[in-house]
């Protein structure tokens, strides 16, 4: 156990503060603390024992080793460093420290400049902690522990993550492969060549069709003749050549070269389907653009995941630091069971933040691989080595300007008008439609003979050619009236549409620039916070260092510190993304 001694025979005239001794050694406490030592920089000799391995500051001077001037107690208790310290105190005004290297003697003395002893002795066995008492109420840090805690963080949001493994990409290779094999954006691109196949169709209406064929016609029986009369009569034909059908006197049911169009769709068909096209070609590029939009905020969210990995591990190994001192000072009896269960419990609510931060970046990487068309089974690692703010849109001029900028650009508000003017065509269409005539022109050349029973004679050329054309009111006017009204009703639906979009596309410029400026400001209030955080927290570790506190003291710093790198890192990854939507609300002015 551990002695005070004094030269006086009243021990609290030597020592003016209350003095508690239980039965262990190592509860052995004084009521009021001592005063704060300041270390200085350490003293490392290879002396076995009984070696001053610190100084501490004594009045702007360096305290000599092993001079103690009046020693009226000593008290055993760890220093930082992990050395056993004797400390003495001569007045209420003065303060030495000797720290002692050599753990395995149980017990000793040392010598004071003026030939007093002062003796030190351990009831356990070296590399314990329950035969150190509590000097006063100053916290200390517990031998068994690795010496020093760890250092507070030197990045703002963890802008080092450890290598993972997997397929490397960054954000330009990321775009490019959405723009060239993402699904959805070839489902686009083919409705494109949809429209465009239908305009080629639309413009060849008016030319002929070529048909080739033969046929053979048998009759036994009776039969009517041209003038009327019935007759008995067997016979037989045969026709090959362009057309076919060709039986008796009359044209071939089905003409070699054939032109049967309605005037009105060979006019106004290209029309409307040169529009449609157009439309398609925009919203071809609107999907490209929602594609690589949310492909931006799927990597944004990617590294963001991983990044908050960063921060979780580190905020794992402060906890798991203050767990092992909260441990190691309630085993002394320094400290109180419930703070080093307190810390136990935040370790454990650390190591499952570490879990679900695994988790988001599978996450993470599994919805950026769908974009991509890529493997979801392999994890997508990002190359930047931080998440750090995008400037993708300047923004040197005014809202108003920003909005005029997107109506110009925005392949919606494109699209809608394509479509008006699709319905527009649509509506000129019906309007010509009873005062364009419907036409067919036929034309079938080929060899055709016959005669009685089987027999095919005079078999030689033969040449048809008609034309037809007329007009139709349908439903004597009624029907007329109907497809007039059903194509203004779709012109006003498209003008709704567009003046729609025109409104929308304001209100996503708007939106997005608010979210830029707001969250441009929260990042510069997020790095402040990082910044009171990391002195919180350096501040707490010295305290305890300097025997000024309890380990659990800095448990809240530790949280302050996790939320502050959090609050940035979330205010970064909102920025970026408000950048890319407001990228996108523009009309995605910069290339892929």
Same mark, same amino acid.
């Given at each position: 156990?551990?002695?005070?001694? =004094? +030269?006086? @025979?009243?021990?609290?005239? #030597?020592? &003016?503060?209350?003095?508690? $001794? /239980?039965?262990?050694?190592? %509860? ?94 351990? =009831? +356990?066995? @070296?590399?314990?902690?329950? #035969?150190? &008492?509590?000097?006063?109420? $100053? /916290?200390?840090?517990?031998? %068994? ?142 999907v490209t653009n929602d594609m690589l939009m949310d492909t931006s905020l799927a990597y944004v969210e990617l590294l963001e995941a991983l990044q908050a990995r960063v921060i979780a591990g580190e905020t794992l190994m ?109 509506l000129q269409r019906e309007r010509y439609a009873p005062l364009m005539p419907s036409v067919l022109l036929g034309m079938s050349y080929g060899g055709n003979g016959g005669g009685l029973g089987g027999n095919i004679e005079n078999y030689g050329d033969r040449m048809d050619f008609d034309a037809m054309a007329f007009w139709q009111v349908r439903n004597i006017g009624l029907g007329e009236r109907a497809a007039k009204n ?107």
């Open positions: 156990m551990v002695e005070p001694r =004094s +030269n006086s @025979a009243n021990q609290n005239e #030597a020592w &003016p503060y209350p003095v508690t $001794q /239980p039965q262990q050694a190592s %509860e052995i406490s004084l009521v009021k603390p001592l005063p704060k030592l300041q270390p200085v920089n350490p003293l490392v000799t290879d002396e076995p024992c009984a070696v001053p391995v610190t100084y501490y500051q004594q009045g702007g001077e360096p305290s000599p080793p092993l001079k103690i001037d009046h020693p009226p107690a000593s008290f055993w208790q760890v220093s930082p460093s992990g050395f056993a310290q004797i400390a003495w105190q001569s007045d209420e005004s003065k303060l030495a420290t000797d720290e002692v290297a050599d753990f395995s003697a149980t017990s000793g003395e040392t010598s004071g400049a003026n030939g007093q002893k002062v003796s030190f002795h351990q =009831s +356990n066995p @070296a590399g314990t902690t329950s #035969a150190i &008492p509590l000097l006063g109420r $100053q /916290p200390s840090v517990p031998a %068994e522990l690795p010496p020093g805690p760890p250092e507070p963080p030197r990045s703002i949001a963890g802008d080092s993550a450890t290598p993972v493994e997997g397929l490397p990409i960054d954000l330009g290779t990321a775009l490019q492969l959405t723009a060239g094999q993402n699904p959805q954006v070839a489902f686009a691109q083919q409705r494109v060549q949809e429209a465009f196949a239908r305009l080629d169709a639309a413009e060849v209406l008016w030319l002929p069709s070529i048909r080739a064929g033969a046929n053979y016609n048998k009759h036994e029986g009776r039969i009517q003749d041209v003038a009327g009369k019935m007759i008995e009569t067997s016979r037989g034909s045969l026709y090959n050549g362009f057309g076919a059908g060709a039986v008796g006197a009359g044209s071939p049911a089905v003409p070699g070269l054939i032109m049967n169009f309605e005037l009105r769709d060979a006019i106004f068909q290209p029309r409307i389907a040169e529009r449609t096209v157009a439309a398609r070609r925009q919203a071809s590029r609107a402060h906890a798991q630091r203050l767990a092992e001192l909260t441990a190691a000072f309630a085993r002394a009896g320094q400290g109180l069971q419930s703070d080093a269960d307190r810390a136990a419990t935040e370790l454990n609510a650390r190591q499952v933040d570490l879990r679900g931060a695994d988790e988001r970046i599978q996450v993470a990487s599994v919805r950026l691989a769908r974009l991509l068309s890529q493997d979801p089974s392999i994890l997508l690692v990002p190359q930047e080595p931080a998440l750090i703010p995008i400037d993708v849109v300047i923004l040197d001029c005014e809202l108003p300007e920003l909005v005029s900028q997107g109506l110009r650009n925005r392949p919606e508000l494109a699209e809608a008008r394509f479509l008006v003017g699709e319905a527009v065509q649509a059903e194509a203004n009703a779709r012109i006003s639906q498209a003008r709704s549409r567009q003046i729609q979009v025109m409104d929308q596309v304001a209100a996503d410029i708007a939106e997005a620039h608010a979210q830029v400026i707001a969250r441009r400001d929260q990042i510069g209030i997020a790095e402040r916070g990082i910044e009171s955080a990391a002195e919180s927290y350096r501040r707490n570790l010295e305290r305890i260092g300097d025997g000024q506190g309890l380990p659990i003291e800095a448990l809240q710093a530790i949280q302050a510190l996790d939320q502050a790198r959090r609050q940035y890192l979330q205010a970064v990854a909102d920025y970026n993304k408000a950048q890319f939507r407001l990228q996108r609300a523009l009309g995605w002015p910069i290339r892929v």
